[in-house]
Each structure stands twice: as C-alpha cells, then as structure tokens.
C-alpha cells in the first residue's frame, strides 16, 4: 500500500479515538509486574561518561526557546555543548518514589511518564568525540558506541541529501519503542510517542539556540535506511525524525557500508504485546524514495487562518528578561497534577501562546491550530478561543462558564475544570493527508507535541504550571464547532496555578 494510501491513517484514527462509552466498554488493566523498563541496555556496548558538571543555559527560556540560530552559523561542536543539548532533551532529572513505584523524571515531559523515545548520535565533527554511531542512555549520561565512522553521508542520503544533513557536524536520530506506551496506551500509543518526540524536541531546540547552533528537524527519510543503520526493525522500534546540528565548513565524505548491527539491547519486560494496529500504521506512513521525499517537500502549506468573526484580544507578552532562566526552567519543569482554581494574567497567556506558536525549523509546513477554553484569565472573559499565531490575538468563538465541559472534554479529568486555560491542538487531518499522506498523519502530531512542549517551557519559566491530556475525540470537535468543523484534537496542555504553589504564597 504505502504513504498515498491514506484511508489507512484515517482508519487508524477512527479506531483509537476516545469516546465515553469506549472508555467504559474497553477495560484495560495494567500488568505492573510487566512493565517496561525506562531504559535501553546494550550489556555488549562500550561507554564513554560524558561530563556531569553542566553550566546548562543561563539565557532567559522565553528568548531561548523563541529563537532559531542562524542555519548558516558554523559554531564548533564539542563533548560539553552535546552534553547540555542531550540533558536538556533527555537528560535525568530527578528519581522519585510513587505509591511503591520508582518514578524517574526526565528534561521533557511524557505521557504516562512512560519515556518511549530513544535518542541516537551520528557524530562526524564533534570535539574530543571519535566519529561513530552512540545511543545515549540518560540514566547514566553515557554514550554507548554502536559503530565507528561517520555516518552522516548516509542519513543524508536517506534523505535525498537534505543539505542540512550534508553539512552538519552531527545529527541525532530519535526512535520510539512503541511497547513503552502501549503498555498502558495500546494502539493509541503511536499518537503519543509523537507527542514525547516533539516535547523532547522543543527542549532540544532550545538549548540548541542558546548555544547558537544551528539545528533542523527532518521527518522525510527512508524509514529502512535509517532503520538499518540504527539496528531496529521498524515495528517494534521506529524511527521518528532525524536533527541535524551544527554546521560543517565542509560537506561530509563517504559513509562507510552499512553492515548488521552486532550489538542486542536487553528485552523491556517479561512480555511484548505487539498492536497490530500500530504496526500497521507506522508501515504505511513509511517512504523509500528520493521521489516519495520529494514530493513531501513540494507539498503546499495544509493550514488556511479561517477569517475573523469574533472580537478580538490582544496582550503584550511577559517580557523574557522577567521569566527563569532556560536551564532553570528544564531542572525545574515536571507535570501538574493538581491546579489551584486561580487566575493567571492576559500577558502570561500570550507569552505562553506566542511562544507555542512558533512554527520550528523543519522541513514539514505548519499543519496544526491553536484553541482554548479559557476558565480565569485576567483580561479575558471565560469562554472558547481561536488563537491566532500570525497577529497573537484572542478571538471569541462564544462565550460561557465551561470548566465542567474543559474537565469532561479531558476524559472527566479535574485538570481541565480546574486549569486557568486548556489549550487544544487540531488539525484538518483530511488536508493533511491529501498533501503528505499517511507521513503527515506522523509530523502532525509531532508539531503539537513540540508547540506543547514549547507551552510547558514558558509556563514553568514563568513560575506557572502545565500538564498535557488526552481526550474525547470527537466530543472535543463538536464543542469547538462550528470553527473547528473538519478538524480533530491532536493534544492538550492545561495551564495554570498549581496548588501546591497556591498554597505556599
């Protein structure tokens, strides 16, 4: 079949969405005794520690995360700046003990705190680093060394040499062990390993930017190229997207040929259930060809701004000078579990928006809008929202008290009725598809998770709280209708107060 066979994505998303009843008619029950280990172990691997006294970025996040450097910067790339980028994506932050559980709390947040994604470095000019294909392993900021040479030139060529590749210094491949989450998840484990992906990858891009580097994210590749490289096999572990970084003064030479990955990982768990549901989509979303890359990049930009129908209101966004620090921001950031049912200001919305808002560099067009339901906003009245990204004003859709509707919509969760403001991301899947097929159905939700993970930054930067949820699917369509009339939630942040914070002022 392959990518032009799009009913195979909207199958999909048919068959995972949430809806009340499914909920109650789909009992999942899960086998603690089975879970997945947090951590890819290669037992045959040598280590290189890489360093642990990190100075991370000093420059306020909101600066930090907003900024792109400049493509064509040709920053040197050493062992200590690719520490500080890997932490800040991926690192290890905390260990903490839940209810008899050991909970281990990454850089960037993850459904279920599952942690599905698996990050790869192909390093050709770094500093102090021998060129060769690493895993990273957070839980003891190692690189594990899986090849030696440089494989840039063929993740290039995987990628109809995708001039960012060519000349970069290093790129990193980020997979998904679909098992992680669908443990808890099941088939609708895929959309979420999007969303881990895109959170890590606003983190990343972040510090990436502090650092003046330049950094581009890749989705259009030849799934089995890079697959073999890495040494999985497509099914159990996927490739989500490459980040090329830095800047050469040259372009890289000839890859090596690749060969079988000797190496094995220890299994997760006692058992792997395999969704066949999964598997299937991610099958059908791959690409093979210099042609099928190509014409994903041809493709015109999915999203049309409807025109203006309600009043508009627009906000100066909080100063960055006024919010934390990027590396404080990461060390700091987790997820909310309970929100205080109190305001936060117009300026703080618009800060978190504006920055959500701004599209990464990728080599994929913008395919996602923004909504929210506001419950307590200074300068707002409570209702739902259109946000729009090119002038940063707030357009009423209708007005009302909907915290019961903001808590039902997030499968009957307090977080949404008690949240300052929800916000939703959708998209038109139907013109998603007609313009990248089944791979579009991946990048869009890669985008929201990176605009969430980008919403996450400023709110805890800002000394606010966030949490992403999941949702009734087309319950949340119908409430946001008829503007969002053709459009399905990909994912949702709820922003707001915590209580704990609450409590303490």
Not at 106 to 122: D, K, Q
Not at 291 to 305: C, D, F, G
């Amino acid at each position: 079949m392959g990518n032009d066979h799009i009913e195979a994505a909207r199958a999909f998303h048919e068959f995972t969405k949430h809806s009340y009843t499914s909920v109650r008619t789909s009992p999942h029950y899960l086998d603690w005794d089975n879970r997945p280990s947090p951590y890819k172990i290669y037992p045959g691997a040598g280590s290189l520690a890489l360093p642990r006294e990190l100075a991370l970025s000093g420059k306020p996040a909101l600066e930090a995360a907003a900024a792109a450097a400049d493509p064509r910067a040709k920053t040197a790339l050493d062992v200590e700046s690719l520490t500080r980028l890997l932490f800040s994506a991926d690192g290890l932050t905390r260990r903490k003990r839940v209810a008899g559980e050991d909970y281990h709390f990454r850089a960037a947040a993850s459904a279920g705190a599952l942690y599905p994604i698996e990050i790869y470095l192909a390093a050709g000019e770094v500093d102090e680093l021998e060129a060769g294909l690493y895993h990273f392993s957070p839980a003891d900021l190692k690189l594990r060394g899986l090849r030696r040479g440089d494989w840039r030139e063929a993740l290039a060529r995987a990628a109809a040499m995708r001039p960012s590749l060519k000349e970069s210094r290093a790129v990193l491949i980020m997979s998904a062990l679909f098992w992680r989450s669908a443990w808890k998840y099941r088939a609708r484990a895929y959309r979420y390993c999007f969303w881990d992906a895109g959170t890590i990858l606003a983190n990343l891009l972040a510090a990436a930017a502090a650092e003046g580097i330049p950094a581009e994210v890749v989705t259009a590749f030849a799934d089995a190229e890079v697959e073999q490289l890495v040494g999985v096999d497509g099914d159990r572990e996927g490739v989500m997207c490459l980040v090329a970084l830095g800047r050469s003064l040259e372009p890289c030479g000839a890859s090596p040929v690749v060969e079988p990955l000797a190496l094995e990982s220890l299994p997760l768990s006692r058992e792997e259930i395999t969704y066949d549901d999964l598997v299937r989509i991610h099958r059908e979303s791959r690409l093979a060809s210099a042609v099928e890359i190509a014409r994903l990049h041809s493709a015109t930009t999915p999203v049309v701004e409807p025109p203006a129908t309600g009043e508009m209101f627009v906000f100066e966004p909080v100063a960055p000078r006024e919010a934390m620090s990027l590396g404080e921001t990461i060390l700091r950031r987790g997820s909310t579990r309970v929100f205080a049912r109190e305001a936060i200001s117009g300026n703080e919305l618009a800060a978190i928006l504006a920055l959500s808002g701004v599209h990464p560099r990728a080599d994929f067009p913008r395919l996602t809008d923004t909504y929210l339901i506001v419950n307590a906003v200074e300068g707002l009245v409570p209702g739902a929202y259109y946000y729009r990204r090119d002038s940063g004003a707030f357009e009423l859709l209708k007005k009302g008290e909907f915290r019961a509707e903001a808590g039902y919509l997030c499968l009957e969760q307090p977080l949404g009725s008690d949240c300052a403001a929800l916000m939703v991301f959708m998209a038109e899947l139907e013109r998603v598809l007609a313009a990248l097929g089944n791979r579009g159905y991946r990048d869009a939700h890669l985008e929201a998770g990176i605009l969430a993970g980008r919403a996450y930054l400023a709110a805890y930067a800002l000394g606010r709280g966030a949490t992403g949820l999941t949702f009734y699917d087309d319950d949340t369509t119908k409430f946001f209708e008829p503007h969002a009339t053709g459009k399905s939630p990909l994912l949702m942040v709820a922003l707001g107060v915590p209580l704990s914070r609450a409590r303490d002022s």
